[in-house]
DNA sequence: AAAGACACCTGTCCGC
DNA sequence: TGCGGACAGGTGTCTT
């Protein structure tokens, strides 16, 4: 799933279906998710949404009296449809608007969540702890620079780190990795200022452009529309073990770092 | 505090 | 065609 663009794109494609409308109804048809639906959340019932947000990977929909935080794990989907249209085998939950629209969301593997706050949404034990949003001015290479010294761990696991940077993950970190010329084995600890400059850059830059093609569909993840993302035939390493680099013609390594899977240049990336 | 292993769950693909 | 195993875009929690 869902890496930070294709959560992006999903809030930008549901908020003109969702914002300012009425809830009508909540539907649960399959409450086992990564933690239980709390049955708070039909406390959504009967008010309206006041705006759709993203933090990190999560999707606030704030209400007049509360916020669902939404998490779509590794294959969720939210769609918009016609709240008549007949649910299909992993369509685990609809909100319901007074329109007769309603949101889908779709989720094969249930690693996904939704809860329900009355708080404020960025207290809640999973958003206060997150480090910063990549696209943040915030978020720089004096920053990376500076919370890296003495840390041990691959520069490709600290910048899939939710308490360093968010929404970075296992696609687009290889790719950032890629456009900056820098190798996912280094030691974070080690990188200078000026590499993770480009680093930075790199990252801003993939993340924007993923955005701008609709995310990245390797399997089956779809946009609010139904449609793929288009941004996977841009993709210079991820998923291309054994074929051609686009920049050299060296073949492209598979290694395993924090039991996820790398890709990249053995002669680009330094 | 940091790093690593493991857990959750289903679908798909590849080799025999 | 069927079956077993590896693998998949995430991340909280527990153990070293």
Aim: hydrophobic content about 40%.
């Amino acid at each position: 799933m869902p890496e930070l663009p294709e959560v992006e794109t999903t809030c930008r494609g549901i908020a003109p279906y969702v914002e300012g409308q009425q809830v009508h109804s909540v539907i649960v048809r399959q409450a086992k998710l990564r933690w239980p639906i709390p049955l708070s959340l039909y406390e959504l019932e009967g008010k309206k949404i006041l705006s759709v947000t993203r933090c990190a990977k999560y999707i606030l929909l704030q209400s007049t009296h509360g916020c669902v935080i939404l998490h779509l794990g590794m294959s969720g989907s939210l769609r918009i449809i016609d709240a008549s249209l007949a649910p299909e085998k992993h369509d685990h939950i609809d909100i319901v608007f007074s329109t007769g629209k309603a949101i889908r969301l779709r989720d094969p593997r249930r690693f996904g969540a939704v809860l329900w706050t009355q708080d404020n949404p960025l207290e809640h034990k999973l958003l206060s702890k997150l480090g910063l949003d990549p696209l943040s001015d915030a978020f720089t290479a004096k920053f990376l620079y500076k919370i890296s010294r003495k840390r041990r761990v691959s520069v490709k696991q600290f910048i899939m780190n939710a308490q360093v940077v968010v929404g970075v993950g296992n696609i687009y970190a290889s790719e950032s990795l890629f456009m900056a010329g820098i190798s996912p084995k280094r030691v974070a600890g080690n990188i200078s200022l000026a590499r993770y400059q480009k680093l930075v850059d790199s990252i801003k830059i993939v993340l924007a452009s993923a955005i701008e093609q609709g995310g990245t569909t390797l399997r089956g993840f779809i946009q609010v529309e139904g449609k793929p993302g288009y941004f996977q035939q841009q993709l210079n390493v991820y998923a291309r073990a054994g074929e051609k680099c686009n920049t050299c013609n060296t073949l492209i390594k598979k290694i395993t770092q924090g039991q996820r899977s790398s890709f990249y240049c053995p002669l680009c990336q330094k």
